[in-house]
Every structure is written in structure tokens, then in C-alpha cells.
């Protein structure tokens, strides 16, 4: 099928690029033209694993194309996916990015009198498509939906860092459908995807994705809220007590014999809290909406309030090991918001840097892959190192904020010694296997409990 489109972002580039790989003709359209150049040089323009090759791959096959001309990418598409931003604002989720994607998509319908049905994918509040779409595409079109037009809404599930695989081998495809001829085409577009395909109404599929992602932050509070326990309590640990809580059978089921681990037993872990560009802001947006509907949410504002207390929570054992931070070096490894990706945006990293700042000490981060996003956006007063040794010597404390696996297989005994005093504080409880040296202090998530005698290195 012919696609356009519209907003070329992580989850557009993604989808755009992988229908692209099922022999669909693919458009993405961006309003950033250098963005768009960056494309057509078979440059992607944020670090995702392996979406640079299909890129290049499906560019020389001819079946992916970038443009910034919106009009032009409709008038040559049966399909145009709507894939903008909406972020979350203190006033709900913010509709000005798809609002004028829209305006030019209604406007480019009207040129002529093809039938196109447009999907909404980026994610927004349950009654958006049919309250705000809807009657947004048939002012600009001067169509009549159902008619001139269809209309769908196509939440995505993909997570960065993994987003190719999670785009081309889906647990579910929702097709939210204004009515059946246009649920019909988006069924089309994803032939080639065997999995369940949900058709259903618009409101459902809208709330399908925020339903989704307020189950995963939820875990993420709950085993943190368990951890806040552990850390107030000597002599117990979150670890322990959530690998105990993971084989419950209902958790992780025996099957012929073997343990099932499923992966949303990822979800209950303790850490140093969620970020991204997804689940702080659609957690928000879903309590925003509920408030407007004259519901309360406890449960979401619980799970918003354990969220925000978890970098003070890091900054507390920081605290705890340094005293007084005024003046002393701290390191932060890892800014992305999570490993795999180059993403800083809603990163616990960057709020525990604004509060360690906020008392007086200096801050200073490496990231393996988000240095080049770094340098350009984060607070000019956190030093960037450019290696890990730079970011180790002096400090008096490192605390690691993302998971990236390779940290685990890092010297930590040679890195160390560089320190002035030798204090590891493991945000994301990912080093608990490393044999610490006797003259490292380390402290975990989730643990009151002191591993190791401190001393100081120089
Ligand atoms: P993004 O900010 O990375 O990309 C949005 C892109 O749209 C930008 O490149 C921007 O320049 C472009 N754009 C904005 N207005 C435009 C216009 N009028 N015409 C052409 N281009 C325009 O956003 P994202 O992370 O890809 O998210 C997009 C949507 O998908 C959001 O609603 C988000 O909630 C949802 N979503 C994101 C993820 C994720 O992991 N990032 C996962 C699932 C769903």
C-alpha cells in the first residue's frame, strides 16, 4: 500500500521503516527539513538498535522516501498514519502538534476526490479522535467522514531500544475504527503481522495504550514503594524479597517442567524510578483526563508521588554516605532514560542531577550512547565526560541511573582507585554481582543495610 507518514519521530521513523521492510511505499514526512536531509542520507536521526540498517535498506529498495511536503506525501497515499508528538502539560495532553498535522493533512484530502483513511497513532486521550480529529479533518477537507475519508486510531506499544523488534514482531495490532471500511484498510496495511488484530471503537483503542502503560508505571511504584519499605528497615532487601515474590506461579508460571519468566516481572524491580517519553507523560495525561471527567485517580497519583520521590530517595543515600554535599564531586552514569536508547527526555538521571546541584555539589555524567544529545541539552553546569575513567577521578560518589548491560563488565576495581572517596551507589540495583574491592563502599536500592567499610582512595 501507499503510506504517508506524518511526524517522523522515534515511533514514526520505526513504523515508517519496518512497513517499509513488508513492501509497503512509505513517506515520512517531518517538519524539520534538516531531520528530513539527515533521511535521505540514510542517517537516522536518534541512536535505535538496527533501525540504521533497515533505513539504508529499504531507501535503496525504494520503498521508504522522506519529504517535508505534507501535501505532496497525501496526495500519493491510500493511508496517512498521524504520528506527532502530544505531550502532557500542567493543562492535560497538548494538541497543538497534531492539531496542525491535521489541518494540513484535511487540506491536502481536499485537492482531490480520492477516499485516504488517516490514522491517528500517536497517543492521545480517550474522545480525542472522534472530538478532535474528526471534525478538525472535515473542516479542512470539506469532506464528510465515513464518505470522503476514514478514520482510525492505531495506539503503539513499541518501547525504545527495542523498538524495531517490538514494531515487526507485535503482541497485538488495536485497530480503533470510525467504521469498518476504514478498520478494513488498516487491517490491510498489517497483512503481513501475525498476531491478534483487536478492532474496535475509536475511545476503546485511545484507552487500550494508556491503560497499558498506567499498568507498567504502576508496577514500577508498587516494587518502589516495597523498596522506600527495605530502605527505612535494616536487614531487609528488595531483591530478595522481590525474587521470592517472582515465583509465584500466577507470576511466573512451570510449564512442562521449566519456569516461564515473563517480562513484565521486569517491571517489578526497584530503581531509582521511571522515565521517558512515554509513561510519566501518559500516566499524567489519564489522571488529567479522569480529573475532567469529575474522577479522582488515587491509585495514578500514588503511582505519580512514588515516581517523583525516587531521585530525592537516591540523593538521601548519597547523603548518607558523603554528608554534606556542598562542594563534593558526584558522578552519574547513564543520562538515557533507560539502556538502548539516546533518549533524555522525563530521564531520573537529569532530575537527580538538578537536585544534587540544588545542594551544592558538582555533577558530572557519562552515557555510553546519549553523550551527543548531552553536550547540546542538559544543564550546562553538569560536566559531560567524554569516557568513563574522566567521569570516575575526583568523585566522591558514583551513582549509576540507567542499566546499561556493559557497566556490569566494567573494571570496577581499576575505576575506582581514581576516586576520592571510593562511594558506588547503584541506583538500578544492576551491579550486585561485581566482587567490590574492601576499600569500596557500595549501596543499593532497596537496602539499608551497608555493604563494605568506607575509606577514602586519595
Ligand atoms: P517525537 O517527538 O520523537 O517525534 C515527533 C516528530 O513529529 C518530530 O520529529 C516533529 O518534528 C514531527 N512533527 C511535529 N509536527 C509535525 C507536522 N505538523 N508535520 C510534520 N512533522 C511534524 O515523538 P515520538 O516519541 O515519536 O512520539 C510520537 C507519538 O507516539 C506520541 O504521541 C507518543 O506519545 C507516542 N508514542 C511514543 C512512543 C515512544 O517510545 N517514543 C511509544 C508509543 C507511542
Same mark, same amino acid.
Given at each position: ?31 524539520? @527539513?534538516?531531520?528530513?536531509?539527515? !533521511? ?20 535503496? @529498495? ?6 517535508? %511536503? ?5 496526495? %500519493?497515499?491510500?493511508?496517512?498514519? #498521524? ?18 498535522? !491535521? ?40 469532506? #464528510? ?9 492505531? *495506539? ?14 507485535? %503482541? ?13 484498510? #488498516? ?8 498476531? $491478534?488484530?483487536? =478492532?474496535?471503537?475509536?475511545? %476503546? ?38 525474587? /521470592? ?5 500466577? !507470576? ?24 521517558? @517519553? ?8 489519564? +489522571? =488529567?483526563?479522569?480529573?475532567? =471527567?469529575?474522577?479522582?485517580? *488515587? ?71 546519549? !553523550? ?16 568513563? $575513567?574522566?567521569?570516575? /577521578? ?25 576516586? =576520592? ?15 567490590? $574491592? @574492601?576499600?569500596?563502599?557500595? +549501596? ?15
Amino acid at each position: 500500500m501507499n503510506v504517508a507518514i506524518i511526524g517522523t519521530g522515534y515511533v514514526g521513523l520505526v513504523t515508517g521503516v519496518c512497513l517499509a521492510t513488508k513492501g509497503h511505499l512509505v513517506t515520512c514526512v517531518d517538519q524539520q @527539513s534538516s531531520r528530513v536531509a539527515m !533521511l535521505q542520507r540514510g542517517e537516522t536521526p536518534f541512536f535505535e538498535p538496527g533501525l540504521d540498517t533497515l533505513l539504508r535498506e529499504t531507501l535503496a @529498495s525504494g520503498t521508504f522516501s522522506a519529504t517535508a %511536503d505534507t501535501a505532496a506525501a497525501v496526495a %500519493d497515499a491510500e493511508l496517512v498514519i #498521524v504520528t506527532v508528538g502530544t505531550p502532557t502539560t500542567e493543562g492535560g495532553i497538548d494538541l497543538t502538534h497534531l492539531g496542525t498535522a !491535521l489541518n494540513e493533512i484535511g487540506m491536502a484530502l481536499a485537492a482531490d476526490d480520492s477516499y485516504r483513511v488517516v490514522v491517528i497513532k500517536s497517543t492521545v486521550v480517550p474522545t480525542t479522535t472522534t472530538r478532535f480529529a474528526l471534525p478538525l479533518l472535515e473542516h479542512a477537507s470539506g469532506k #464528510v467522514v465515513g464518505q470522503g475519508f476514514g478514520l482510525t486510531m492505531n *495506539p503503539e506499544f513499541l518501547r525504545e531500544g527495542t523498538a524495531v523488534n517490538d514494531f515487526q514482531v507485535p %503482541d497485538r495490532i488495536v485497530i480503533g475504527e470510525y467504521d469498518a471500511r476504514s478498520g478494513a484498510a #488498516v487491517q490491510a496495511l498489517y497483512e503481513p503481522y501475525a498476531c $491478534p488484530k483487536v =478492532h474496535t471503537g475509536l475511545s %476503546d483503542a485511545e484507552l487500550i495504550k494508556y491503560t497499558s502503560n498506567a499498568l507498567l508505571a504502576t508496577l514500577i511504584s508498587f516494587s518502589n514503594e516495597v523498596a522506600t519499605v527495605c530502605e527505612a528497615v535494616p536487614g531487609t532487601d528488595v531483591e530478595t524479597v522481590m525474587d /521470592a515474590l517472582h515465583l509465584d506461579r500466577r !507470576l511466573s508460571p512451570v510449564v512442562n517442567g521449566r519456569r516461564v519468566t515473563p517480562a513484565i516481572l521486569t517491571y517489578l524491580r526497584a530503581g531509582a524510578g521511571f522515565g521517558g @517519553s512515554c509513561l510519566p507523560k501518559d500516566v499524567s495525561a489519564l +489522571r =488529567h483526563f479522569g480529573g475532567e =471527567h469529575g474522577l479522582s485517580m *488515587p491509585l495514578l497519583d500514588a503511582v505519580l508521588t512514588i515516581n517523583a520521590a525516587r531521585p530525592q530517595q537516591v540523593v538521601d543515600i548519597v547523603h548518607a554516605e558523603l554528608g554534606d554535599l556542598r562542594g563534593r564531586s558526584i558522578a552519574i552514569l547513564g543520562l538515557a532514560f533507560k539502556a538502548g536508547t539516546d533518549d533524555l527526555r522525563e530521564s531520573a538521571s537529569l532530575r537527580l542531577a538538578a537536585l544534587l546541584l540544588a545542594a551544592g555539589a558538582e555533577v558530572s555524567a557519562y552515557d555510553p550512547i546519549a !553523550l551527543g544529545y548531552a553536550h547540546n541539552s542538559v544543564d550546562p553546569r553538569i560536566r559531560i565526560a567524554n569516557d568513563a $575513567p574522566a567521569v570516575f /577521578a575526583g568523585s566522591d560518589a558514583v551513582v549509576l541511573m540507567t542499566a546499561w548491560p556493559q557497566f556490569k563488565d566494567w573494571r570496577w576495581g581499576d575505576l575506582t582507585t581514581s576516586m =576520592h572517596t571510593a562511594v558506588v551507589i547503584d541506583g538500578r540495583n544492576a551491579l550486585r554481582k561485581v566482587e567490590w $574491592p @574492601s576499600a569500596v563502599r557500595y +549501596r543499593t536500592i532497596g537496602t539499608a543495610k551497608a555493604q563494605h567499610a568506607v575509606a577514602a582512595v586519595g
